[in-house]
């Protein structure tokens, strides 16, 4: 992934989230051009706006939430205040590498969610939860729309990507079903904390440190695995459709 191809809409996804003034602005345009124009493709533009900013405020709080404490905190003073860098790192006692690093991260993270990709916080039921909350918010508006002015290559993304997240949850299961008791609950613990270290989680459960990291090592393996197997039975469908 190239951080900075992506970077220019991440940060302004992560300034709409605050920027609550903007929703508001296009809810008043949109209130206008009900009123004194017939132009039902702009409304239905305008709608589609103001629902994809809303959905993207509630992905990025339940990223946040995910999120050790101290890096809600740098999130909260990075965006919420628009304080630079060489000014957050003093406040959270941290050098200016850690908080570039920290920066990066959430940028990352954004992104691993936004699109639906595989990553240490998709593999957590909450990040499931909120990428597929996402996608529903988005695709029952162009459902109660009719989707009349809808891009169809668009909306098919959108419902590949919700039918590719329930496959992973369902094979999630199935995989958690198949491993020994003291597995499954280390890794059940690990799901709904992604933010634990594997020495955390070895003096949870009273295993090796090795032993904890095998195991969730193992289960990432796996769910990546099946995540690229779909991604490449999509992309074959995809192309033996324009053949």
């Known amino acids: ?27 008043k345009a949109l209130t206008y051009v009900e009123r004194k124009l017939n132009q039902p493709r702009l409304i239905f ?27 809600q905190e740098f999130f909260r003073l990075r965006y919420q205040k628009k304080m630079p860098l060489v000014f957050v790192a003093p406040k959270l006692y941290i050098s200016p590498k850690v908080a570039g690093a920290w920066n990066a991260e959430i940028l990352e993270r ?18 499931l939860c909120a990428v597929e909350s996402y996608l529903n918010t988005i695709l029952d508006f162009f459902l109660m729309e009719e989707m009349k002015y809808a891009d169809p290559a668009y909306v098919r993304q959108l419902e590949a990507r919700r039918a590719f997240l329930l496959q992973l949850r369902l094979y999630m299961e199935q995989y958690l ?5 003291e597995e499954r609950q280390l890794l059940l613990s690990w799901c709904n904390d ?25 289960f990432k393996g796996a769910m990546f695995i ?15 459709g324009l053949c």
Request: hydrophobic fraction near 50%; aromatic fraction near 10%; include cysteine.
């Open 1 to 27: 992934m190239n951080l900075f191809l992506v970077r220019g809409r991440l940060l302004r996804m992560i300034a709409d989230y605050y920027a609550l003034e903007k929703i508001r602005n296009l809810e």
């Open 45 to 71: 533009k305008l709608r589609q706006e103001i629902v994809q900013r809303k959905a993207d405020a509630a992905l990025v709080a339940a990223m946040i939430m995910l999120m050790p404490k101290e890096k």
């Open 110 to 127: 954004l992104y691993v969610l936004r699109e639906g990709i595989v990553g240490e916080f998709i593999l957590s039921p909450q990040a």
């Open 177 to 181: 079903e198949k491993v020994n008791a």
């Open 194 to 218: 992604p933010c634990l270290t594997y020495v955390e989680l070895a003096r949870r459960f009273y295993v090796s440190e090795s032993t904890a990291g095998r195991y969730v090592l193992r």
């Open 226 to 240: 099946f995540w690229e197997a779909l991604r490449k039975e999509n992309a074959v469908k995809v192309l033996s």
